[in-house]
């Protein structure tokens, strides 16, 4: 008889690093493709708040880029890092890594945010272009992966709309700092966790 796999909280979002933009304003650092698949859904805010919980909507607002004086972050504030990257000091590096956890099927994922991966399901549909799809697409994954975004805000894209890890491994975009850095969260749920780039692989690379 099959195991059944444990049940456990959702590890808490990461907090987004703070910046500060050209008119000295500190606000969160935003995810670019977040913002654009917000803009091309109708930037309905309201509705959108409607599919998820404070935790939910909270890391949201923080990945458009909100600034930290917003009243939703009230209870943040007094816990935030003092030290504020400037916006000259760009290219930033790589954004916090969404935390792992064993899903209901024993796949371990990154945590998604659900407005976003709702955001990612909700272009990917409007983009089917018949009838040539799926040949031929103008939204979700496949638009994105033809825009100049940069990798760091595409890693993060994929973290949160729940990739598995095995499946962040094989991603092209992702670098293999990032694919080393999920396998080790991975395996301290799972000692043997992990993907394909970590004992080396023809397609994907590594060893890691």
Not at 3 to 24: M, N, T, Y
Not at 32 to 49: F, T
Not at 103 to 121: A, T, Y
């Amino acid at each position: 008889m099959k195991k059944a796999v444990e049940h456990h909280p959702l590890p808490p979002h990461p907090v987004q690093p703070i910046v500060e933009d050209g008119q000295g304003v500190q606000r969160f650092r935003a995810n670019a493709i977040v913002r654009c698949l917000l803009e091309r859904d109708g930037g309905d805010l309201a509705s959108l708040a409607k599919l998820a919980t404070g935790d939910e909507l909270a890391h949201f607002a923080q990945l458009l880029g909100l600034p930290i004086s917003d009243p939703r972050f009230a209870e943040l504030r007094g816990s935030l890092a003092t030290s504020v990257a400037v916006c000259s000091q760009l290219p930033y590096g790589p954004h916090p890594m969404q935390p792992v956890h064993l899903d209901e099927h024993g796949v371990i994922r990154f945590r998604k945010n659900v407005i976003v991966d709702v955001l990612v399901d909700r272009d990917s549909e409007r983009g089917r272009v018949y009838p040539d799809f799926p040949a031929r697409t103008n939204g979700g994954l496949n638009w994105i992966s033809m825009q100049d975004f940069s990798q760091e805000d595409q890693e993060q894209l994929a973290q949160l709309i729940g990739y598995s890890v095995s499946g962040y491994h094989e991603l092209d975009y992702v670098s293999d700092e990032s694919a080393a850095q999920a396998s080790k969260l991975a395996r301290e749920i799972l000692p043997k966790a992990g993907g394909c780039r970590d004992d080396g692989c023809p397609c994907h690379g590594g060893p890691l």
